[in-house]
Structures are given as structure tokens and as C-alpha cells.
């Protein structure tokens, strides 16, 4: 099977890596060219533009960073495309955009269907990422090779494109206040004059434990906050899981919250950096580092 893979940040480029360990031939193509030469080296092919990556392409995963940019690809690269080619739309990008793209999908009669990413950096290199899918289970079949290369579980949101979004962004408000609320913990702990690893050992495998609050905050303590998944992107999503929340009706008070812990962190440099440096707005907000923490 050949497959294309549109975008070669850090999910696009994990996933090309995967389909290449599964037997897949793999063409990619990302809009700043050097980031999608690396792959080169490891048996990809890198295309001088999308609409030459999808030509020869059997599934054409999307992995671009926002709506204009899935959407401007969309209207280059769908006709170029064969016409049974399948497009998998993996970009978070908001339910009105992700409309868009199905009916942009529709006029040039190509089929797209949803796999939207749920996992960070390691998960997409190894593998591992759970798909939340949406669109004709028969569809998913035919590209079976693809999506058993990157992922170890599959959640059908639906027979609609656009339930998969729907579930990738409950599932993104969920992450992003366990890990601002992990935060606040820790921090809250050292402000008080303990040791904020305490925090952690007091929930280890009691019904409130989570292994996320494990995983993020090692790196809150230590001050690492190497990118699997940049603030700023958690940042764009609350956007979009706030403008979906206000047209259904659902109250964004935490959202409005969320908004603005990532944003201070945004704006004080940590953009580039890990989720998990949302963490520096509850440290720097009590005058410095919490006693036993490092920002």
C-alpha cells in the first residue's frame, strides 16, 4: 500500500516513521521543505508539493497544524489525487472546518474520512496512538495496512465525518485540565512547604490517580518541557473546544480558565514548549518557583 502523508511535524513525522516499520510505501511532503527531508533517510519519499505526494497515494493522511492549512491543501492537492484514493482527515481543526473539508472532499469525488489522533509524540513514533474514526466503516477496511501501522486501538465515533472531531475535542478538554489541574497540585503543594512529589505518591493507584498526571508532572518538577505536544497547540484547541462548546449550549467557564493559564504561559515564551509548561503559570504567579518545584 502507498501512502502520503501531508504535514511532518511532530505527529505527521511520527507517523511516517510508523508506516514505514509497517511495510507501507510512504511519500511526504510538509510546507517548509528541510522539515520533511530527515524522513528521507529513513525510506520516505519527500515530494516537492502536495499535490505530487497524493498522485500515486492508495490513503493520504492529513497532518497539518490548522484549518487554512488543510483547507488550502484540500483545494490543491484533492484533484490531483486518484480518484479512489482515500483521505484521512487527522488535523484538529473545529467541527465548522472540518464541514468544510468534507465538502470540499465531496465536490472533487474523492472519499474522506476522519482518524483523529489521540497520543503525543512517543505514541505517533512507536505506533501507538488511539484513532478516534468516523465515516464508513467499509472504507477503513481498504486501508487497514495504514491504520494498524500507527495506532493499537480504534474508537468509531460514527457513520458522519465530523462525530470524530466532535470526540477529539471532548476527549482535548479532558487533557487539558488534567494537566493544568496537575499543575495547580503540584504547585499548590510546594507553595505550602512540601515536597510536591508528595502530591503524586498521595493519588498513586487510589481511584483518583491518573497516569498523565504522572507522566506531565515529572517534567513540571523538573522543569523539562521538551514538545510532545506543544502549549500553543493545546492552546488553538481550547479555542476550538470552546467556539464548539458556545454553539451547543455547553458552559465554558473552566475553558475561559483554561484559556487564560496556557495563554500566560504562551506569552511568557512557552509557546514551542511541552502542554505541560502551563504549569509556570501557577509557579510564577506565586512570586517564583513553589518550594521543592523548579520552573
Same mark, same amino acid.
Given at each position: 500500500m502507498r501512502a502520503a502523508v501531508l504535514g !511532518? +511535524?511532530?505527529?505527521?513525522?511520527?507517523?511516517?516513521?510508523? #508506516? #514505514?516499520?509497517? +511495510?507501507?510505501? /510512504?511519500?511526504v511532503w510538509n510546507r517548509t521543505p528541510e522539515r520533511a527531508q530527515p524522513l528521507a533517510a529513513d525510506g520516505a519519499r519527500v515530494a516537492p508539493s502536495a499535490a505530487e505526494a497524493v498522485r500515486d497515494a492508495d490513503a493520504v493522511l492529513i497532518a497539518l497544524y490548522d484549518a487554512a492549512a488543510v483547507l488550502g491543501v484540500l483545494g490543491d492537492a484533492l484533484p490531483e489525487s486518484a480518484?479512489? %484514493?482515500?483521505? /484521512? @482527515?487527522?488535523? !484538529?481543526? +473545529?467541527?465548522? %472546518?472540518?464541514r468544510r473539508a468534507a465538502e470540499l472532499a465531496a465536490v472533487a469525488g474523492r472519499t474522506l474520512v476522519e482518524a483523529m489522533l489521540l497520543g !503525543?509524540? @512517543?505514541? %505517533?513514533? $512507536? +505506533?501507538? #496512538? $488511539?484513532l478516534l474514526t468516523a465515516g464508513d466503516p467499509a472504507v477503513f477496511t481498504r486501508i487497514e495496512p495504514v491504520t494498524a501501522a500507527i495506532s493499537v486501538k480504534s474508537v468509531w465515533a460514527g457513520p458522519e465525518v465530523g462525530a470524530g472531531t466532535a470526540l477529539k475535542l471532548a476527549c482535548n478538554a479532558w487533557i487539558t485540565s488534567i494537566t493544568a489541574a496537575s499543575a495547580q497540585s503540584l504547585a499548590l503543594a510546594g507553595a505550602l512547604g512540601l515536597d510536591p512529589t508528595l502530591f503524586l505518591a498521595a493519588i498513586d493507584g487510589s481511584p483518583s490517580d491518573c497516569r498523565y498526571a504522572h507522566a506531565k508532572g515529572a517534567g513540571m518538577l523538573a522543569g523539562a518541557f521538551e514538545p510532545q505536544f506543544a502549549l500553543d497547540g493545546a492552546l488553538k484547541d481550547i479555542d476550538l473546544i470552546d467556539t464548539a462548546a458556545r454553539g451547543a449550549g455547553v458552559d465554558v467557564t473552566l475553558l475561559g480558565a483554561l484559556r487564560r493559564l496556557y495563554g500566560e504561559a504562551s506569552l511568557a515564551g512557552h509557546g514551542g514548549d511541552d502542554m505541560s509548561a502551563v504549569y509556570t503559570s501557577f509557579a510564577d504567579a506565586g512570586g517564583g518557583t513553589p518550594p521543592g518545584g523548579t520552573a
Open positions: !511532518t +511535524g511532530v505527529m505527521g513525522a511520527g507517523m511516517a516513521r510508523s #508506516l #514505514l516499520r509497517g +511495510g507501507v510505501e /510512504v511519500t480518484e479512489d %484514493a482515500v483521505w /484521512v @482527515q487527522s488535523a !484538529t481543526i +473545529g467541527t465548522d %472546518a472540518t !503525543t509524540k @512517543q505514541p %505517533a513514533e $512507536t +505506533g501507538r #496512538l $488511539t
